[in-house]
């Protein structure tokens, strides 16, 4: 009996364990894609320009 219920915690425990390791892989995952998306997002220092419709470049002269 206490064989059975040892056995039946350990199995439930492997079973938890396995949705942690799951759950922290796809958390890294998402934390990497999302790095990659704010890198391809940023401007590189000095490349930032504006660009003014005509209408509001030809009311600034």
Sequence with gaps: ???RDTQ??????QQ???QSRAFRERCEAGREE?????ELA??????LHFVFP???AS???
Excluded at 8 to 13: G, L, Y
Excluded at 42 to 47: A, E, L, R
């Design 42 to 47: 940023q401007v590189p220092k000095g490349q």
């Design 8 to 13: 039946a915690v350990i199995e439930r425990t």
């Design 34 to 38: 999302l790095k990659a998306r704010i």
């Design 1 to 3: 009996m206490i064989m």
């Design 16 to 18: 938890i364990l396995a």
């Design 54 to 56: 005509t209408k509001v």
């Design 59 to 61: 009311r600034a002269h």
